[in-house]
């Protein structure tokens, strides 16, 4: 048997991991318990109105994400940690970026100073 390395179970990243794990697992448990309720009061809208209730359905899409985030995280698929810590995609960021153009005066057409029009 190989000797246990007490550097490696000391390490402090490895227990604050484990210390995000475990509230994340609390979090997974209480986020589930909600989804439960809430797929309850969506069929209920279903039922009466024959659609669902879309800011219900807006809110659902969220918690989809952040179970979905939490379990990569618990089961080491991912070292990112979910909401609130998960950082922007690329992608959203650089779809936000204003973008600035100048405009060279050979480009920019100045109406006529006498008024004459060319017909």
Same mark, same amino acid.
Do not use: C
């Given at each position: 048997? #190989?000797?246990?390395?007490?550097?490696?179970?000391?390490?402090? @990243?490895?227990?604050?991991?484990?210390?995000?794990?475990?509230?994340? =697992?609390?979090?997974?448990?209480?986020?589930? @318990? %909600?989804?439960?309720?809430? =797929?309850?009061?969506?069929?209920?809208?279903?039922?009466?109105? @024959?659609?669902? &209730?879309? =800011?219900?359905? &807006?809110?659902?899409?969220?918690?989809?994400?952040?179970?979905?985030?939490?379990? =990569?995280?618990?089961?080491?698929?991912?070292?990112? #940690?979910?909401?609130?810590? #998960? #950082?922007?995609?690329?992608?959203?960021?650089?779809?936000?970026?204003?973008?600035?153009?100048? %405009?060279?005066?050979?480009?920019?057409?100045?109406? @006529?100073?006498?008024?004459?029009?060319?017909?």
């Amino acid at each position: 048997m #190989k000797n246990i390395d007490r550097e490696e179970i000391l390490n402090t @990243s490895k227990w604050i991991r484990f210390l995000f794990m475990l509230g994340y =697992a609390f979090a997974i448990n209480f986020v589930i @318990s %909600i989804s439960i309720g809430l =797929a309850f009061i969506q069929f209920l809208f279903f039922l009466f109105t @024959s659609k669902p &209730n879309t =800011a219900i359905a &807006n809110f659902n899409t969220h918690l989809i994400e952040f179970v979905n985030d939490t379990l =990569a995280f618990l089961l080491f698929t991912t070292e990112e #940690k979910p909401f609130p810590f #998960k #950082k922007e995609d690329e992608e959203v960021v650089s779809d936000n970026e204003i973008i600035e153009a100048e %405009i060279e005066e050979s480009d920019h057409i100045e109406p @006529s100073e006498s008024g004459e029009t060319n017909s």
